[in-house]
């Protein structure tokens, strides 16, 4: 898996260093706390990292914790993350998440998997991503770009994101969980696209499945 990885940043720095994933982004900022990044995730779904990364900029200015968005009126919300894909949907649910989080855990974000998993709308993969981005936790969000690499490399056989997770957890060491999700989805945008795939400036080509039998 090291080898992987390598070759994958390797690759993306020789075409063209990538930009930071949204997460990412989050995670490095100063305000980056739990709480911003598990409603960075939930937002993030079906919607491209730029528009993500600016919507929760502006969202944690006018509102700074869990607190604050519970207390929020939904028109508000609503109207500042608008250009995000179903924002009627995501507004509702991530006020409904900051008064559990309020209420239940007095303003903070549980760092345990059931618990998050427990909340309105948040399925493995979100949950996984506060684990790994949030608390630095070894986890395995696998979203579509770590579902398709990982069956194109030959790394798993799996026909959905959560059969996905669970073989990658019996196959690679823990000490490798950390930089799956964002190295993948990086190469996932950048280079092993889900059409057209760039296979000539792969570096990792040679142990992919995927080159073998349908490129070589």
Partial sequence: MKRILKGMIDTMNAVKPPRMTALRELHEA???GPFSILIGTILSARTKDENTTKVVKVLFSEYKNAKELANAKLKDVEKIIKSIGFYHVKAKRIIEVAKIIDSKYKGKVPADLEQLVDLPGVGRKT???VLVYAFDK???PVDIHVHRISNRLGLVETKSPEETEMELMKK???KFWLEINDTFVMYGQNICKPISPMCDVCKIKKSCKYYSMNVS
Avoid: F, L, S
């Fill in 30 to 32: 100063e305000t980056g």
């Fill in 127 to 129: 949950a996984n991503c």
């Fill in 138 to 140: 070894p986890a395995i």
């Fill in 172 to 174: 690679i060491p823990k």
